[in-house]
């Protein structure tokens, strides 16, 4: 069984950085991307990031370029994203997801994938 587990969130000033983590588990991919999500209430989920395991390949939505670093430790099967001049606009509950690929690329529409954590709370206030 596939577990996610997201880690890290928290209330945050604006300007601040956060850490979350992404520790999966039960997956038998043999090539395989991870990606972070967020929602924010009323909104509908969007991809943020994704990274590749075969080649660490990284993909970022354009509102967090040069502001969220993804990365992963590829011996704990643990992802993180880095989270740095966080804004208001950041506040969402963040998920991650796991999915098995054949080709690295961009993977950022959350119908492309089938296995999620329960998410994690990220609050950034004025």
């Not at 950085?17 to 039960?26: D, E, I, Q, V």
């Not at 509908?44 to 970022?60: F, Q």
């Not at 959350?110 to 999620?116: A, E, L, N, T, V």
């Not at 998410?119 to 206030?125: D, E």
Request: proline share 2%; glycine share 12%; aromatic share 12%.
């Amino acid at each position: 069984e596939v577990q996610l587990v997201e880690s890290g969130g928290g209330l945050v000033q604006a300007g601040g950085s956060l850490r979350l983590s992404c520790a999966a588990t039960g997956f038998s991919f043999d090539d395989y991307t991870i990606g972070w999500f967020r929602q924010a209430p009323g909104k509908e989920r969007e991809g943020i990031s994704n990274i590749c395991y075969s080649d660490g390949s990284t993909y970022y939505l354009d509102s967090v370029k040069g502001r969220f670093t993804i990365s992963s430790d590829n011996a704990e099967n643990t992802v993180y994203l880095e989270m740095n001049s966080l804004k208001p606009e950041d506040t969402a509950v963040y998920y991650c997801a796991i999915r098995g690929i054949y080709v690295s690329g961009i993977y950022l529409h959350p119908d492309d994938y089938g296995d999620w954590g329960q998410g994690t709370q990220v609050t950034v206030s004025t």
